[in-house]
C-alpha cells in the first residue's frame, strides 16, 4: 500500500513515498525508534488524526524538502522537517491508532542511496503492526479528528467558516485556513 | 510587485528557458526562482512582471492544483544583508496579510507556501478575469450593440444623414445608470465597494486597489448566493456575476486609519476613472456598496470628501 507520490517542483534526486495503516497496534514501538534515533526508522510517522487531506500532508513534505535542500533544517532530518512540531503534536504517541508514514528517499552523487520504494514498502511491513489503507482523501478525511485541528490552528474564532453551510466548501475553506497557518509557523 | 501596473498582456508569456550557465545577474535580469528549476508536469508561464518582482502561473504540489508564485528576486545593487531583510519583511508582511483576511472571511488567494529566504510567496490560482477585463469587456460589447443599431437605423432611413452621422454620440457616450443593461454592471461595482468595505472592516488597508487587483471569480460551489450562478469563467466575465477576489497585496497594511482608508477609496477612484473613463460616473455606486459594510464606513467617505480636495498626499504643511 505503499504509494509513491511526484511531487512539483522537486528534484528527481527526493522521491516520496507514502502509507497509511489503521488500527496499529505498535505505536508505542514506532515512536521510540524515533526517539532513539534509530536510522533504519528515518521516517516521519504521522498521527491521522492530524492530516487533512493529501494536499495537506504533501505540503507539509514539500516544504520540508525545500528547506532540506536549502541546508537550512532545524531538525535532524527530513523526515523530522515534515512535522516541525514531530515528535510532540503531529508525530506519533503511544496512544496513536492510525498512521500516515512518510518516507523520503534522496540520492544523491556525493550519497547515493540504493534503497528503493520496495525496500521501504517490506520494512514498513514488517514493523508496523497495522491494516495498510490507501492514501486517499476519503480516507484521510474518516480518519481526522477536527476538534484536535481547530485547537491546534486556533479555528475557534474564526466565525465565517462556521457560517458556510455546504459542508464541502467548509471543509475546503478549513483546509486552506490550515495550510495558511502551516506554512506561517516559526517565520 | 504591481500586477496592477500592467494595463495590457492577457497573454501569458512562456517563462524563460533555464539556462544551464547563467551569465552574471543585472538590475535588468530577473533569474527564475530556484523552486522553479526542478521538474514539473506544466512548464510555468510569467504572468506579470514589476519592479519588485514577477508573478508566474505553476502547479503547487500536485499536477492539478494551480498557484500564483510571486517571487521577489534579490536585488543585485542593494547590500546583500539588507536586501534579504528587507525581501523577508515584504513577503511575511503580504502572507501575514492574507492570513488574516482569509480567518475573516474576506475574499482573497489563499496562501500556499512561503519562502521568504527565496522570495517566493505560493498563493491560490484564483480563476476568472480581472474586474478591468469585464468592464471594458461590457462596454466594448455595449458599443458594438449601439454601432449595430445605429448602422440599422441609418440603413432603413434615408441615407442622406451619413457623413453628418448624429448617431455616432449615442455609440460613445457614457454610461448612464438608468440606461438599459447597466443593471449588471451596477451590481458589479456594488459588489466591489462591498469587498472592500469587507477588507477595510478586517483591518487591512490595500495600498493599491485598481480594477486589475480585483478578480470577478466564477462563483464556487456552495457560496453563490440564489440568484448569482455563473459557474464558468466565460459566463462570469459576461454576465458580470461571481465573487469579487482581491488580489495582490504587495503594498498593503495592517490599520483601521480612516484616512488610509479613504486614500485606498481615493486611489480605487482615480485608478477607476483613467481605466474605464466611460463608466467613471457610476462610481458612486462603488461608494454605495461600500458604506453598507461596516460601521465606520460613512466616517471613510466622509474623510474621502477631504482626500479628493487635497490628494492622495497628505499636506507637509499645517
Not at chain 1, 59 to 69: D, H, M, N, Q, R
Not at chain 2, 179 to 197: I, K, P, Q, S, T
Request: glycine fraction near 6%; include cysteine; charge should be negative.
Amino acid at each position: 500500500m505503499l504509494e509513491t507520490v511526484t511531487l512539483e517542483h522537486v528534484p528527481t534526486s527526493h522521491s516520496v513515498h507514502v502509507a497509511v495503516f489503521r488500527n496499529v497496534t505498535n505505536a508505542e514501538f514506532l515512536q521510540s525508534q524515533l526517539l532513539s534515533r534509530n536510522a533504519d526508522f528515518e521516517y516521519a510517522f504521522i498521527d491521522a488524526s492530524t492530516v487533512i487531506s493529501r494536499f495537506h500532508l504533501l505540503s507539509a513534505v514539500y516544504k520540508a524538502i525545500t528547506v532540506e535542500l536549502s541546508g537550512s533544517m532545524k531538525t535532524p532530518n527530513v523526515h523530522s522537517e515534515i512535522i516541525s512540531e514531530a515528535y510532540r503534536r503531529y508525530g506519533i504517541q503511544p496512544s496513536t491508532k492510525d498512521v500516515v508514514v512518510v518516507k523520503v528517499l534522496i540520492s544523491r552523487d556525493d550519497a547515493p542511496s540504493t534503497a528503493t520504494s520496495e525496500d521501504v514498502a517490506k520494512h514498513l511491513e514488517t514493523h508496523v503492526q497495522g491494516d495498510p489503507a490507501p492514501f486517499s482523501d476519503d480516507e484521510l478525511a474518516r480518519l481526522t479528528d477536527w476538534s484536535k485541528l481547530r485547537k491546534y490552528h486556533k479555528l475557534n474564532g474564526v466565525n465565517y467558516v462556521e457560517g458556510i453551510k455546504d459542508e464541502q466548501t467548509k471543509k475546503r475553506e478549513l483546509e486552506l485556513l490550515v495550510v495558511s497557518a502551516m506554512s506561517l509557523r516559526g517565520l | 510587485m504591481t500586477a496592477a501596473a500592467t494595463t495590457t498582456a492577457p497573454q501569458p508569456i512562456p517563462a524563460p528557458v533555464p539556462d544551464p550557465s547563467p551569465p552574471e545577474p543585472s538590475i535588468h535580469d530577473f533569474p527564475l526562482p530556484s523552486a522553479l528549476l526542478h521538474p514539473s508536469s506544466e512548464p510555468p508561464t510569467l504572468i506579470t512582471q514589476g519592479a519588485e518582482g514577477r508573478v508566474y502561473r505553476t502547479t503547487w504540489v500536485d499536477a492539478g492544483r494551480e498557484c500564483a508564485l510571486k517571487h521577489r528576486p534579490a536585488k543585485p545593487y542593494r547590500h546583500p544583508v539588507l536586501d534579504a531583510r528587507l525581501t523577508r519583511h515584504r513577503i511575511l508582511s503580504e502572507a501575514r496579510i492574507l492570513q488574516k483576511c482569509r480567518r475573516e472571511g474576506v475574499a482573497v488567494p489563499a496562501l500556499y507556501g512561503v519562502d521568504e529566504a527565496a522570495g517566493l510567496l505560493a498563493l491560490e490560482w484564483i480563476p476568472g478575469a480581472p474586474v478591468r477585463v469585464c468592464v471594458n469587456g461590457w462596454i466594448a460589447r455595449r458599443k458594438e450593440r449601439r454601432r449595430r443599431l445605429a448602422d440599422g437605423a441609418v440603413g432603413d432611413e434615408s441615407k442622406a444623414q451619413e457623413g453628418q452621422d448624429n448617431s455616432e454620440p449615442a455609440v460613445v457616450a457614457e454610461v448612464t445608470a438608468d440606461e438599459e443593461g447597466a443593471d449588471v454592471l451596477m451590481d458589479l461595482l456594488r459588489r466591489m465597494g462591498e469587498a472592500v468595505g469587507r477588507l477595510h472592516k478586517s483591518g487591512v488597508v490595500h495600498g493599491d486597489l485598481t480594477t486589475s487587483n480585483l478578480m470577478l471569480r466564477p462563483w464556487e460551489k456552495g457560496k453563490a448566493p440564489s440568484n448569482g450562478h455563473a459557474e464558468t469563467e466565460q459566463a462570469a466575465e459576461e454576465s458580470l456575476d461571481g465573487e469579487i477576489v482581491i488580489i495582490d497585496f504587495g503594498l498593503a497594511s495592517q490599520g483601521t486609519a480612516d484616512e488610509d482608508r479613504a486614500v485606498d477609496l481615493y486611489v480605487l477612484e482615480r485608478a477607476f476613472g483613467s481605466t474605464h473613463p466611460k463608466a467613471e460616473g457610476l462610481f458612486p455606486v462603488v461608494l454605495d456598496g461600500y458604506r453598507g459594510t461596516f460601521k465606520g464606513a460613512p466616517v471613510v467617505l466622509k474623510k474621502l470628501e477631504d482626500v479628493r480636495m487635497r490628494g492622495r498626499k497628505r499636506s507637509m504643511l499645517g
